[in-house]
């Protein structure tokens, strides 16, 4: 049993995602404002599988900023609308997991947009996908963006 009192997960600036904000690592870019960015996931549950990151140090939920969840919502509006067009489906899950206990597995905090249903929802973080298709695609959204 977890104890519901238990200490949060603390911000580590070594974190994957603080490391693409940071430009240590890359990713595959679909677009990008000052307080957000937004990128392929490198192992979709869906084709087309987006993450859309706030520039703050958040872990989860908890502890996003009100102007960089604004923020973030705003870019995910963006995000689905690209997704919409370039897959020509309506069907798009946004999905956002706050603790290890959900199944979190990189603690900044991130909204995932992901076009398909919830009955044919692929394994999490489970199959690294071709980065020639993620490639491909990040291009495909990229272009269909409306700022
Ligand atoms: P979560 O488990 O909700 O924290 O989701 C983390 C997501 O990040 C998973 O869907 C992973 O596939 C994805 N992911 C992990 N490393 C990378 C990376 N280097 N580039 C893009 N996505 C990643």
Redesign the pocket.
Known sequence: MTDINQQATAYDDNN??AK?LNGD?P??KIYEDDKTLA???????AEG?V?VIPKQKAVDLSDLEPEFAAAVLMTSQKVMQAQRKVFEREGIIQ???NGAQA?????HY?V?LIPTSIHELGR??AVMADQEQLAKLAQQLASAITV
Do not use: K, R
């Open positions: 994957i995602f693409m690592i990713c595959h990128f392929m996931d490198i192992m979709p549950q599988h993450l999905m956002q997991l199944g979190q597995t990189v603690f991130h995932h999490h973080a």
